[in-house]
């Protein structure tokens, strides 16, 4: 039954509409991982960091971007506790376009557009033929400066 519900678990993950950009999903993905991205694709962030903070795994770029995701997309969001984490996700991986893609969105809700505008950069450099979190955070940036 473990199996079963952790094979739902990872295509709900996979097929979900909500969707958090972190690495593509793996067999060797830890539990925590699979059960997180399921919460996050039901818009349950509480849970989803409640998920995060007991796996306690600091050393990830993944934990620390859906750490991040979450805190900002919970209601109310936590903004700086967001940042924290998607900075700690790009200093164990510079070039993880989750992370890069959620911070530039943070930066454009912080009014920081040239913050966004240097990620976007990054991401542009980071996703070698294009990539989905590159043309969205190039959309948000086209709606920010649209707005002012």
Same mark, same amino acid.
């Given at each position: 039954?473990?199996?079963?519900?952790?094979?739902?678990?990872?295509?709900? *993950?996979?097929? #979900?509409? *909500?969707?958090?950009?972190? *690495?593509? !999903?793996?067999?060797? %993905?830890?539990?925590?991982?699979?059960?997180?991205?399921? *919460?996050?694709?039901?818009?349950?962030?509480?849970?989803?960091?409640?998920?995060?903070?007991?796996?306690?795994?600091?050393?990830?770029?993944?934990?620390? $971007?859906?750490? #991040?995701?979450?805190?900002?997309?919970?209601? !109310?969001?936590?903004?700086? #506790?967001?940042? &924290?984490?998607?900075?700690?996700?790009?200093?164990? %991986? !510079? $070039?993880?376009?989750?992370?890069?893609? @959620?911070?530039?969105?943070?930066?454009?809700?912080? $009014?920081?557009? !040239? #913050?966004?505008?240097?990620?976007?950069?990054?991401? %542009?450099?980071? /996703?070698?033929?294009? /990539?989905?979190? @590159?043309?969205?955070? &190039?959309?948000?940036?086209?709606?920010?400066?649209?707005? &002012?």
């Amino acid at each position: 039954m473990k199996k079963i519900l952790s094979a739902l678990l990872l295509l709900l *993950s996979i097929v #979900g509409l *909500s969707h958090a950009a972190d *690495s593509a !999903p793996a067999k060797q %993905d830890p539990i925590w991982l699979t059960q997180v991205r399921a *919460s996050i694709k039901a818009e349950k962030y509480d849970q989803a960091i409640q998920q995060l903070q007991s796996a306690n795994d600091t050393s990830s770029a993944d934990w620390n $971007n859906l750490l #991040g995701y979450s805190l900002r997309k919970k209601q !109310p969001p936590d903004l700086v #506790g967001a940042e &924290k984490y998607y900075q700690a996700a790009l200093k164990i %991986d !510079p $070039n993880h376009r989750g992370a890069l893609e @959620y911070y530039g969105k943070l930066k454009l809700i912080n $009014n920081d557009l !040239p #913050g966004a505008e240097a990620l976007l950069a990054r991401l %542009d450099k980071a /996703c070698t033929f294009g /990539c989905e979190e @590159y043309s969205d955070l &190039k959309e948000a940036v086209k709606k920010y400066k649209s707005k &002012k």
